[in-house]
């Protein structure tokens, strides 16, 4: 089955500096790629996604790279805030017939004043 | 905040004990997935239901059951509880096989003691 890896399991960061999380996926047929955002006690919720088609995402402040090839995308936050802080997870699945998403083990993002 | 709803919110059980957990899917969303998260980990994949139907499962034993009724809203049964089954419980809708974006509820909180 997939196997989804996340660098760094914490990270901290100053209040406006950039902040860059990875993954890697082990299986080649994933083509979907979303992120997910968890504040503490709350509910997991998506900030931005990747298809397989697409090498790069952008939505403001946050963007996403995918590179198939060598299995493995990034999530990049510019201009960090503090509402920022959180759990951040990557998540990998293949699409069609349900969507099972397998997630990464986290990275507690910190952003200082 | 997603249309996705969980109850209960916390529940504490001992070991050996049977529970039930809750979940309402979004207005239009006729699959529902279901994921537990441990402690500092990300949410791992339990199973799925399609229109009333299984839909894949991921490496939970058979003592972790669930049923989806015909308005959607869905069920994770839990019998002979374990203390290692001390987790969150976060179930997902989306819109169907072919969709990828999945809505989280904000989960079930259950300690076994």
């Known amino acids: 089955g997939e196997n989804v890896e996340q660098h760094p399991s914490t990270l901290s960061v100053q209040e406006g500096d950039s902040a860059v999380i990875k993954c890697t996926y082990s299986?080649?047929?994933?083509?979907?790629f979303p992120w997910y955002k968890q504040e503490l006690g709350k509910r997991p919720q998506l900030i931005i996604d990747?298809?397989?088609?697409?090498g790069e995402k952008k939505d403001q402040r946050i963007a996403v790279t995918l590179n198939k090839t060598a299995k493995h995308f990034s999530l990049h936050i510019t201009e960090t805030q503090p509402e920022d802080s959180a759990v951040y997870f990557c998540?990998?699945?293949?699409?069609?017939?349900?969507?099972?998403?397998?997630f990464g083990t986290g990275t507690q993002l910190k952003v200082e004043l | 905040e997603t249309g996705v709803t969980q109850s209960p919110t916390h529940l504490i059980k001992t070991r050996g004990q049977q529970v039930t957990l809750r979940c309402s899917s979004q207005?239009?969303?006729?699959?529902v997935s279901w994921y537990q998260q441990a402690l500092g980990q990300g949410p791992q994949f339990i199973f799925q239901?399609?229109?009333?139907?299984?839909?894949g499962r991921g490496n939970f034993p058979p003592r972790f059951s669930g049923l989806q009724f015909p308005n959607y809203s869905s069920e994770l049964n839990v019998n002979a509880l374990e203390l290692d089954d001390s987790a969150l419980y976060l179930c997902?809708?989306?819109?169907?096989?072919?969709?990828?974006?999945?809505?989280f509820g904000p989960g079930t909180r259950l300690t076994v003691l």
């Open positions: 997902a809708s989306s819109e169907g096989l072919e969709s990828d974006t999945q809505y």
């Open positions: 299986d080649s047929a994933s083509n979907y």
């Open positions: 990747i298809r397989s088609n697409v």
């Open positions: 998540a990998a699945s293949i699409t069609g017939g349900g969507n099972k998403l397998t």
């Open positions: 207005s239009g969303h006729n699959t």
């Open positions: 239901y399609y229109r009333e139907e299984e839909n």
